[in-house]
Each structure stands twice: as C-alpha cells, then as structure tokens.
C-alpha cells in the first residue's frame, strides 16, 4: 500500500510570491492534515479536511487556506509569502478525524 | 484550549538503560494516546498507540497510560544510540489530535 506523497518535495520562493503544495493520502483515507514545523519546534497545526469539508483549523492567518478534493487529494497554499514561513510542511492522513496520522516526507519550503 | 505538556529535554540516558518520557493532557475525555518519533530532518512515525489504562508493550516500547492523573508515558528498555530523536505525544481530544511540543532524547554510548 502507497505511503503518504507529497510533492515538492523542496522548494524556494521570494517574499511576496505564493505558493501550493500537494498532498495525496494513503488509499482509503479520508481526512488529510498540515502541519508547518519550524527548526526545534514541535508541529504546529494547520488545518484538517475530511471528506472535502475543512474540519479543524489552527490559529494561522488567512494567507494559509488549503482545500480537498473528492479523490481525498488536499492542497496547500500559502498567499504573500514572509520570511517566517521557511519551515517544512507535513501532511498527514488517517481513516477519520483524531485516527491514527500518518505522515508525508515534508515539503521544506524555503523563503529567500 | 486543550493542551498537552511535554518536557523538552533533552534527556540524556546511557546505552542500555532504560527511556522514560511522560505526558499529560489536560482535557479528562481523552480517549486515544499516541506516540510518535521523529528523527532530526524526517517525518514523525508512529511507535505506538494505547486506550486504556494501564500497560501497552511492544518490543522494547511500554506505553503506560493512567487516566485519573492524566498522564501517559513511553518507557524505552535497552537503549540504543538508534533511538536517540525527538518523541511527540499526541491525544485524540474531540475527534482532533492535540500535539505536545516533543521531547528530544538522547541516548549515549
């Protein structure tokens, strides 16, 4: 069974630009989750989707929107890049919201 | 605002001996307590998972759970160099998991 896929998988982008990145769950599962965890930081929690409808959110501002679609696939996307959003950013998918997460290798994105 | 509380380390333990790494959660209704370890660099990966009270083993992992105090704790026996990472505690909270912000082990030859 196919893990967690999550592409790119590195990434550079200037200040003001924007950026999406993608996220395709485990077969079967329905909810996705993103996290953003910066160097010595534990994850910091995003959003979750399950079944295209956004279930949970963390407390990020409205540059970070995501979305699902109806194959379970999610997107990230993040508007106005700042130098503060250098981090890697993880997807994780699981069977049903606060099931058992399994998670990508990471995007790590990088704001020059 | 649910929370769950880990010490940051890092924890230091020879070779050999034994890895005892606690949390605690501060919403009574959890029902579901995971343990996940990331290596410096990668993704975090599941070790473990119990729901009920007590003691959960799997190889050299113990998860021991106790929800009157409100505390669940991973117990490493015969450390090894390999199990020097980062160990996140995640507890399932109103169909969310609510992450502790991890504690980093590291284990000495």
């Known amino acids: 069974k196919a893990g967690v896929t999550q592409t790119p998988r590195y990434l550079i982008k200037t200040r003001g630009q924007q950026v999406t990145l993608s996220c395709s769950p485990i077969s079967g599962h329905r909810s996705v989750s993103w996290y953003q965890q910066t160097p010595g930081q534990g994850l910091q929690f995003l959003f979750e989707y399950f079944s295209e409808t956004q279930r949970n959110k963390g407390n990020f501002p409205g540059r970070f929107s995501g979305r699902q679609f109806s194959n379970s696939r999610s997107e990230m996307n993040v508007s106005t890049l700042e130098l503060g959003d250098s981090a890697l950013y993880l997807c994780?998918?699981?069977?049903?919201?606060?099931?058992?997460?399994?998670f990508g290798a990471g995007t790590r994105l990088s704001v020059l | 605002q649910k929370e769950v509380e880990q010490n940051s380390g890092p924890l230091s333990v020879p070779e050999g001996a034994i890895a005892s790494l606690n949390c605690t959660y501060s919403d009574r209704g959890s029902q579901s307590f995971f343990w996940y370890r990331q290596y410096s660099g990668k993704s975090p990966e599941l070790i473990m998972f119990?729901?009920s009270n007590g003691d959960k083993e799997d190889g050299r992992f113990t998860a021991q759970l106790n929800k009157a105090s409100q505390y669940v704790s991973l117990l490493i026996r015969d450390s090894q160099p390999s199990d020097s990472a980062t160990y996140l505690c995640?507890?399932?909270?109103?169909?969310?998991?609510?992450w502790g912000a991890g504690t980093k082990l590291i284990i000495k030859p």
């Open positions: 119990i729901y």
């Open positions: 994780a998918s699981s069977p049903g919201t606060g099931d058992i997460q399994y």
């Open positions: 995640a507890v399932r909270s109103n169909y969310q998991l609510i």
